[in-house]
């Protein structure tokens, strides 16, 4: 009898083992990649409203989460698949920067789970969130509308890159339309404002900052053991990066500081995962920028003629191309302040 007990005990134990490991998570919003036992990549999948990339990150003892999406159902579903996972239990999560498509879903993880950012994106944060938002209420329903127009109308090839700019933008609308219900600001309450190590018995884990770069002040973590970066929005894959709420040589500096750490994978911010040759690409993109500005400026043009100026060939397939005039203009108006 007491065999049997015992037989029962390890078919119960045997079968959540199995449960564990045959877990596929299956989403709308973001795609799970496992980058390394313990460490995930949750890649925001076309169409999705997860928006940005996430990071989660097990070092045997805790688990830290890298960012946390747009909104607070996306970041459930991250929570939930933590759980089925198996992992340790989440003890923080980080905000890269104070952009809204990465803290928004703060406010789903309890009090005892702490949030990481830097004491400048803190501030950033409480300045700027009611305000964000406030602006969102009156814009987002009518951008959202506009886009929900364009879906119903469109007839056309449903791989042409017309409809996929569609499918891009309408879900990030939509999500900030539906969150306005719920949304509560969440503020960070630790902060690392040079560099915090999160190690435990499976991984080292650094979490890094050296100010501003994509905005005023920016996060990364890098595991050293497993050479993973993630990067927030610090590097974009493929997509244009938002340059005008940073600093141009800040932003480079962080570059080649990236570029010298031992790297196999990076989850950048936006895009899909790559190798260490995005962080160069995303060098290319600001010099190109700045070059562009530049040689504007020497030709006598003023800010306005940037509307001209076409986008370089070898960017013309990222996403996100409508950043691209403001990049150009924001480089332009830093080389009139020099
Ligand atoms: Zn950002």
Not at 54 to 73: A, K, M, Y
Not at 191 to 200: K, M, P, S
Not at 230 to 247: E, K, M, Q, R, W
Not at 261 to 278: A, R, Y
């Amino acid at each position: 009898m007491r065999h049997f007990k015992f037989a029962i005990v390890l078919i119960v134990l045997i079968s959540s083992c199995n449960e564990k490991h045959s877990f596929e998570h299956s989403s709308v919003n973001f795609e799970l990649v496992e980058l390394s036992k313990g460490v995930y990549g949750c890649i925001h999948k076309f169409g999705g409203k997860a928006i940005c990339n996430v990071g989660i990150i097990d070092n045997g003892e805790e688990t830290l989460i890298f960012d946390s999406f747009l909104s607070p159902s996306v970041a459930q579903e991250l929570v939930d698949v933590v759980e089925k996972l198996g992992l340790s239990p989440i003890k923080y999560v980080v905000n890269s920067h104070s952009h809204n498509d990465h803290i928004r879903g703060n406010q789903v993880f309890s009090p005892d789970i702490k949030i990481i950012s830097t004491t400048r994106t803190a501030e950033l944060i409480k300045e700027w969130e009611p305000i964000d938002i406030e602006d969102e209420k009156e814009y987002a329903p009518q951008r959202l509308a506009y886009y929900d127009s364009l879906y119903n109308a469109y007839n056309g090839d449903t791989t042409a890159r017309e409809y996929l700019q569609i499918l891009m933008w309408r879900p990030y609308y939509e999500t900030l339309a539906e969150s306005h219900k719920v949304v509560k600001t969440r503020l960070p309450d630790v902060f690392v404002d040079n560099q915090q190590n999160y190690d435990g018995p499976e991984r080292r884990v650094r979490i890094i900052s050296r100010g501003q770069g994509h905005t005023e002040s920016d996060l990364i973590l890098y595991l050293p053991d497993d050479q993973i970066l993630f990067t927030g929005d610090l590097v974009f894959n493929a997509c244009h990066p938002y340059i005008p709420h940073g600093s141009i040589p800040d932003w480079k500096d962080w570059l080649n500081f990236m570029d010298s750490l031992n790297i196999n994978v990076v989850v950048p911010g936006h895009g899909q995962l790559g190798s260490k040759e995005i962080i160069t690409t995303m060098r290319g993109y600001i010099l190109s920028i700045e070059n562009l500005a530049a040689e504007m400026h020497n030709q006598g043009l003023t800010i306005e003629n940037a509307e001209k100026i076409e986008i370089p060939d070898q960017y013309k397939d990222w996403w996100f191309d409508r950043f691209f005039l403001s990049n150009l203009k924001f480089a332009y108006s830093k080389i009139n302040e020099k």
